[in-house]
């Protein structure tokens, strides 16, 4: 079977299935489609442990965990001490080579958490991991805690772009499981291996660190335009400057995590307008 490769394996399929009654050749159909349709059942199931695992959650695998995350650290520490002597300079003074240069180690540095013990042990787990550490630093809000509360306040219109890029995301994490899956068929052919494995590295580098990135960037930009939003439904004041907001987010943050029965802040008015229609948000 293995000579004869997967056109051989098809061909001896077709022909068998040729000489059997009607019946069983629309049974051996059917059930075909139901495997099909059985197969993406679970892989819609199992989508949101797909993009945990492909994101570094490996609970079960505390060494490799630790040994990709101190590859991926050391990478992205050679990545900002190149970066630095570059970002000092002014761009006029750079030449298109370090200006290109520059771009892309600041594009790298962007896709890690600067702080080393919240990187991951994959990528993909850092982008998002670092989109979430730029929201705290830029505001004080925990985006784990806040984003719940944050979904059902956005208009229509951010909803839409929240659920496209993260459709994308988990799109892409399906393809690359059915091509790691694809290598089964090596039991027919030994060309499964590579070409399966081949698929399933373009389908992560190619597209789904492009998607993470995209995804990333529209949550972020839900937190940039709405965030107020959060603080007036909760009757929480505005903060008045960007240190006070850094304080005032963490503060909101304590909240919503843990409650708090201090006297401050005093509450304010509730806005008037009536919040948009609810609906789990998209992890």
């Not at 489609?33 to 609970?59: H, I, M």
């Not at 080579?97 to 540095?109: F, I, K, Q, T, Y």
């Not at 399906?174 to 899956?181: K, S």
């Not at 972020?220 to 960007?242: A, I, K, T, V, W």
């Given at each position: 079977?293995?000579?004869?490769?997967?056109?051989?394996?098809?061909?001896?399929?077709?022909?068998?299935?040729?000489?059997?009654?009607?019946?069983?050749?629309?049974?051996?159909?059917?059930?075909?489609?139901?495997?099909?349709?059985?197969?993406?059942?679970?892989?819609?199931?199992?989508?949101?442990?797909?993009?945990?695992?492909?994101?570094?959650?490996?609970?079960?695998?505390?060494?490799?965990?630790?040994?990709?995350?101190?590859?991926?650290?050391?990478?992205?520490?050679?990545?900002?001490?190149?970066?630095?002597?570059?970002?000092?300079?002014?761009?006029?003074?750079?030449?298109?080579?370090?200006?290109?240069?520059r771009g892309r180690l600041a594009r790298r540095v962007r896709s890690v958490p600067f702080d080393p013990?919240?990187?991951?042990?994959?990528?993909?787990?850092?982008?998002?991991?670092?989109?979430?550490?730029?929201?705290?630093?830029?505001?004080?809000?925990?985006?784990?805690?806040?984003?719940?509360?944050?979904?059902?306040?956005?208009?229509?219109?951010?909803?839409?772009?929240?659920?496209?890029?993260?459709?994308?995301?988990?799109?892409?994490?399906?393809?690359?499981?059915?091509?790691?899956?694809?290598?089964?068929w090596s039991v027919w052919s030994l060309w499964a291996v590579p070409l399966s494995l081949a698929v399933?590295?373009?389908?992560?580098?190619?597209?789904?660190?492009?998607?993470?990135?995209?995804?990333?960037?529209v949550v972020e930009s839900c937190f940039d335009l709405y965030r107020q939003q959060l603080y007036g439904?909760?009757?929480?004041?505005?903060?008045?400057?960007?240190?006070?907001?850094?304080?005032?987010?963490?503060?909101?943050?304590?909240?919503?995590?843990?409650?708090?029965?201090?006297?401050?802040?005093?509450?304010?008015?509730?806005?008037?307008?009536?919040?948009?229609?609810?609906?789990?948000?998209?992890?």
């Amino acid at each position: 079977m293995q000579r004869l490769g997967w056109a051989g394996a098809a061909e001896q399929w077709t022909a068998g299935l040729t000489g059997l009654p009607v019946l069983v050749q629309g049974a051996a159909v059917v059930g075909l489609l139901l495997l099909l349709t059985l197969s993406g059942l679970l892989l819609q199931f199992f989508s949101q442990p797909l993009v945990r695992g492909l994101e570094g959650y490996w609970v079960l695998l505390p060494g490799p965990r630790r040994r990709l995350r101190e590859r991926l650290g050391r990478r992205a520490d050679a990545d900002i001490a190149a970066l630095r002597p570059l970002a000092a300079r002014p761009a006029d003074s750079l030449d298109a080579d370090a200006l290109a240069e520059r771009g892309r180690l600041a594009r790298r540095v962007r896709s890690v958490p600067f702080d080393p013990r919240r990187r991951m042990p994959t990528r993909f787990g850092n982008v998002l991991r670092a989109s979430e550490d730029r929201v705290r630093a830029h505001y004080g809000l925990d985006p784990v805690v806040c984003w719940p509360r944050l979904w059902l306040l956005l208009p229509d219109a951010a909803r839409t772009e929240v659920l496209a890029t993260r459709r994308s995301v988990h799109l892409t994490a399906h393809l690359w499981a059915c091509a790691v899956l694809c290598c089964v068929w090596s039991v027919w052919s030994l060309w499964a291996v590579p070409l399966s494995l081949a698929v399933a590295a373009t389908a992560y580098r190619g597209f789904l660190l492009s998607a993470a990135r995209l995804h990333a960037d529209v949550v972020e930009s839900c937190f940039d335009l709405y965030r107020q939003q959060l603080y007036g439904s909760l009757r929480h004041p505005l903060p008045e400057n960007p240190l006070a907001e850094y304080r005032a987010g963490r503060r909101l943050t304590t909240y919503l995590s843990a409650g708090s029965r201090r006297p401050e802040p005093l509450f304010t008015d509730p806005p008037s307008s009536a919040a948009p229609s609810g609906g789990p948000p998209p992890c």
